[in-house]
């Protein structure tokens, strides 16, 4: 998987705390995947998760499945 060209975001909550991750939803729709990086080292590597886990692991955080 070519990472150059995908259109990487962080979260609108993210606070430049540098403990941040990046995504791509460039994938989803040809791919089913969803490319998740650290936004400290864009050139280290990328996991390409399923867009159905991505998504439930989303929803488990935004029900408050994973307190700090």
């Known amino acids: ?3 150059e060209s995908l259109a990487w975001f962080k979260s609108s909550y993210s606070s ?4 941040c991750v990046e995504v ?3 994938l989803i729709a040809s ?4 490319p998740v990086r650290d936004s ?3 050139s280290g ?4 998760l399923p867009a159905k886990s991505f998504s439930a692991f989303v929803a ?3 029900a408050g499945g ?3």
């Open 60 to 62: 488990g955080i935004k």
């Open 1 to 3: 998987m070519s990472t």
């Open 66 to 68: 994973f307190p700090a």
């Open 45 to 48: 590597p990328v996991l390409a």
């Open 40 to 42: 400290k080292i864009q």
């Open 16 to 19: 430049n705390g540098g403990s």
């Open 31 to 34: 791919h089913g995947v969803v």
């Open 24 to 26: 791509a939803a460039d």
